[in-house]
């Protein structure tokens, strides 16, 4: 009995350390991407100068989330990345001013990313659409 109580108490706090993406998030799973309407919308804000903020989730190849928040004042966008919740990352919360979002084409993808940021000692990157 106690072996029982046991295991669902540690399965109770697994399940509990997981993050559940809300229906407003941006969810980028192995390149399938939900709410992408939400990111067009982000990206036309910040063109034409409306604030604005959205949260990206990608999970890495193990399955864990990392926490991109966005938030554009109508003149500077603010990202945080949040790897906390990442097993085998830095496990840390990055915060960074930017000045833009760039579009990098490719024939094999295309890229969103932040550009004139006052931090050059991270990954920038928000979303990834391979063709």
Not at 66 to 86: A, M, N, P, Q, Y
């Amino acid at each position: 009995m106690k072996k029982m109580i046991l295991l669902m108490l540690v399965l109770l706090l697994i399940s509990g350390c997981s993050y559940q993406p809300s229906d407003e998030d941006i969810v980028d799973s192995h390149g399938e991407i939900t709410n992408l309407e939400k990111f067009m919308k982000f990206i036309g804000n910040v063109k034409e100068g409306k604030e604005d903020k959205i949260r990206v989730v990608r999970y890495t190849i193990e399955g864990d989330p990392i926490l991109h928040d966005l938030e554009f004042d109508g003149e500077i966008i603010t990202s945080k990345v949040d790897s906390t919740r990442d097993e085998f990352g830095s496990g840390k919360v990055s915060t960074a001013t930017c000045q833009s979002i760039e579009v990098i084409e490719t024939h094999e993808k295309t890229e969103y990313t932040l550009s004139g940021c006052d931090k050059t000692n991270r990954d920038n990157s928000i979303l990834v659409f391979w063709k």
